[in-house]
């Protein structure tokens, strides 16, 4: 296991549609975190899962958005009826727990482009 | 409320010149970690650093070194004779252990630019 994967690298959709992400974390880390990133900003905070529990959802995630981490291993993402202020990359991160909060790492992330 | 400042948007050096990017960062938690990520033109973020509130030494790391005051609420990167591969946008960003979430609080970014 050589890192945190992300699938697809790029999706274009038209508005109105539902699109679905996928992130596979590092195999050990019980810790799994969901990112958006638009051009020119840092990541901001959307969702985390501890194992299989989502745990704390941002403001940012409106009900359009859900997040499922099933049995702890990969995640998925998915956004229905997307709209153009959708359009950012949406990144993944892991890390372990062990008491103090430890470096995520981060996938490649997912390009959306919302037409 | 957590938040993190980079002041500097963009910043252009001349290959072997040092450059320091600056860190600013506000919490209202006593226990805090503070992290540098670097983001190259290919998208992944790397880690870097990290730094809990109760350690302020300065760290060196090979051409990177990281200042940690908090009397001024800063943590600061320098890097000595920048190479063109340093070419990226630098994150900083704060762990407030306040909130159980342990999400990353990001700064807008500092896009370095070394020209060869």
């Known amino acids: 296991d050589t890192g945190v994967s992300q699938d697809p690298r790029h999706k274009i959709t038209k508005r109105g549609q539902n699109v679905t992400f996928r992130c596979d974390p590092i195999?050990?880390?019980?810790?799994l975190y969901w990112y958006r990133q638009t051009l020119g900003q840092g990541p901001e905070f959307l969702t985390y899962?501890?194992?299989?529990?989502?745990?704390?959802k941002s403001r940012l995630l409106s009900d359009r958005f859900s997040a499922e981490r099933p049995k702890g291993s990969f995640s998925t993402l998915e956004i229905q009826r997307t709209e153009q202020g959708d359009s950012a990359m949406y990144l993944c991160?892991?890390?372990?727990?062990?008491?103090?909060?430890?470096?995520?790492?981060f996938g490649p992330g997912t390009r959306l482009t919302v037409l | 409320a957590q938040k993190v400042t980079q002041a500097q948007t963009e910043i252009s050096v001349v290959e072997k010149e040092d450059v320091t990017l600056d860190c600013v960062y506000e919490?209202?938690?006593?226990?805090?970690?503070l992290f540098w990520y670097k983001q190259p033109p290919s998208g992944e973020l790397v880690f870097l650093i990290r730094?809990?509130?109760?350690?302020?030494q300065n760290e060196i790391s090979g051409r990177y070194s990281w200042n940690f005051q908090k009397s001024t609420s800063s943590f600061n990167f320098t890097i000595t004779a920048s190479q063109v591969v340093d070419s990226a946008v630098y994150f900083c960003?704060?762990?407030?252990?306040?909130?159980?979430?342990?999400?990353?609080?990001f700064g807008k970014g500092t896009k370095l630019s070394v020209i060869p």
């Open positions: 991160a892991s890390s372990l727990l062990q008491g103090a909060p430890n470096e995520q790492f």
């Open positions: 195999s050990e880390h019980n810790r």
């Open positions: 899962f501890q194992n299989e529990a989502q745990l704390e």
């Open positions: 919490t209202r938690d006593t226990t805090y970690y």
């Open positions: 730094r809990n509130s109760f350690d302020e």
């Open positions: 960003a704060l762990i407030g252990v306040g909130a159980g979430s342990y999400q990353l609080t």
